[in-house]
């Protein structure tokens, strides 16, 4: 998560920074000239490292490095022996592969050396690739940014990538995997391609509208799908939230009367002591924030202060904090002592709180509501459990742990309903910036009106597709790709 909450806190404390392309120099591009060359495994000891090299010097440095003249098989691993060219010196006996481009990951010649992954081992096969004339160290994700140029990877499968690397979680990785495949770039490929067929038809009925041999219903067969773009794009909207929460974490918020048992919980499923617990009521004041991987979600848990009133005015301040937080939740936990349920404080709760949530109706409620209760092991086996005009709820100990696999399970349905399933359903909308071009495109979209002005109509038509362009890269601007590729590190 956090992805995001790191980079501003990172950014900040280093000023801003220029990672990955000199734009001047046109690095990127493909036939640029140069040949560039990083480690492209994890910095430190390991067992096996990879450095990669992408330009037209890859197998001229091959060669120089294994001082044996002939290639080895394109894309087959071969045991080689590795030496400084300046010196002889032997440096590893490593595995090299050769990936003529085309058909390489970057669509250059690309060589990888799979070395042993001590750390004099990769630097000195480093300065060696160094010293061979046409090559230089690589920049944050340059690789990226050339296989983009060469059109191996589109914008946002390049964003999947991104994300894939950065992942956290199960469900952002099965998301950013579903990216990286193109899924999105797809959708809006055949929306553009739309486009382009509704505005053929347009530009034909401007240039022959009053001829005899232009099919008849040509303007509104193009109405027709113009139509259902906008619902499609409409939809796929109205889901954008979700897969943001899914890149940056769903705000979770455990709220109740004062000692439900709510940093309790927090402790419990953050599996670290993040708030204090004590028995007496009006511990928690702040609001206490952590990130956590819930049943594969990101989640951003926060505990806060008691709801009660009538109290100091430290613990009044916690209690506003607290109710403003909750307004921002996109999951509320809310949770009663399960032995103290006829309590004031519990009856207050239900009614203002649970209630007001619940009495939403699902399809237009921006929040969700779990009702838990809390300490089931206070009571007794034999008699009267838990209230029976209560709304669905689960009970829990977070004494004994009893019931936390049902909560999870829950909150696992819930999150999927909060952040979308990556496994199922569309493509989500991971990024403000993809909500922004197809805002742009249905934006558009409303201006064509071909009853009215055939030559407006045609231009709000080429406006829309521009937007879908951009989405997927085409057309984009140099300082767009600067911002996304600042999200890889230095050999990708
Ligand atoms: N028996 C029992 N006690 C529990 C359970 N969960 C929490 N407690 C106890 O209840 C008391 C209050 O727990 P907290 O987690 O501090 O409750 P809280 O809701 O955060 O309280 P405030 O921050 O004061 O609002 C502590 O003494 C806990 O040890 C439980 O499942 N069973
Ligand atoms: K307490
Ligand atoms: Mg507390």
């Not at 193109?182 to 505005?199: I, N, Q, S, Y």
């Amino acid at each position: 998560m956090w992805r995001g909450l790191w980079t501003l806190a990172a950014q900040a404390a280093r000023g801003p920074r220029r990672l990955c392309t000199r734009r001047s120099s046109g690095a990127a591009g493909p036939g640029s000239g140069a040949t560039i060359f990083a480690l492209s495994s994890g910095q430190g000891r390991c067992g096996i490292a990879v450095i990669r090299t992408s330009g037209p010097s890859s197998g001229h440095a091959l060669r120089i490095l294994t001082a044996v003249r002939d290639l080895p098989p394109a894309r087959h691993a071969s045991l080689r022996l590795l030496s400084d060219p300046r010196s002889g010196e032997p440096l590893d006996r490593a595995l090299v592969l050769w990936f003529p481009g085309p058909r390489s990951f970057t669509g250059e010649d690309c060589v990888e050396f799979h070395v042993h992954g001590g750390p004099a081992v990769v630097s000195g096969v480093l300065q060696a690739l160094g010293s061979v004339p046409g090559l230089r160290p690589a920049e944050a994700g340059e690789f990226t940014r050339r296989a983009f140029a060469n059109g191996k990877l589109n914008l946002t499968e390049v964003e999947g990538l991104a994300d894939l690397i950065h992942a956290e979680t199960e469900a952002q990785r099965r998301q950013a995997l579903r990216q990286l495949d193109g899924e999105l770039g797809h959708l809006c490929r055949g929306w553009a391609e739309t486009l382009t067929k509704a505005l053929a038809h347009v530009e034909a009925y401007i240039d022959f509208g009053e001829d005899d041999n232009l099919e008849e219903g040509v303007l509104e067969q193009a109405d027709i799908e113009v139509r259902a773009l906008e619902v499609a794009l409409g939809a796929h909207l109205r889901d954008a939230r979700r897969g943001q929460r899914l890149r940056s974490g769903a705000h979770v918020v455990v709220t109740g009367p004062p000692n439900a048992g709510k940093s309790s919980l927090v402790n419990l499923l953050s599996r670290k002591p993040v708030s204090i617990v004590s028995p007496e009521p009006g511990t928690t004041r702040d609001v206490l924030e952590t990130p956590v991987d819930l049943a594969g979600f990101p989640v951003l848990l926060s505990d806060t202060a008691g709801l009660r009133e009538g109290v100091g005015p430290v613990e009044q301040e916690g209690v506003r904090r607290a109710r403003e937080r909750l307004e921002q939740a996109d999951l509320i936990l809310a949770m009663l002592d399960a032995s103290d349920l006829a309590s004031p404080s519990s009856c207050n709760f239900l009614a203002t709180v649970v209630a007001s949530v619940g009495a939403q109706s699902p399809s237009d409620s921006s929040q969700r509501l779990l009702l838990v209760l809390n300490k089931s092991d206070l009571l007794s086996p034999e008699g009267p459990g838990p209230r029976p005009d209560l709304p669905p709820h689960l009970l829990l100990s977070c004494l004994t742990g009893e019931g936390l696999d049902g909560l999870l399970e829950a909150l696992r349905k819930e999150l999927a309903a909060v952040c979308g399933d990556p496994s199922t359903g569309s493509p989500l909308l991971t990024r403000a910036r993809h909500q922004h071009h197809l805002q742009g495109c249905l934006d558009a979209l409303s201006h064509y009106k071909p009853s009215k002005d055939l030559a407006l109509a045609a231009e709000a038509l080429r406006v829309a597709r521009g937007h879908l362009t951009r989405l997927t890269g085409g057309g984009g601007t140099e300082e767009i790709l600067d911002i996304i590729f600042r999200d890889f590190c230095v050999g990708k």
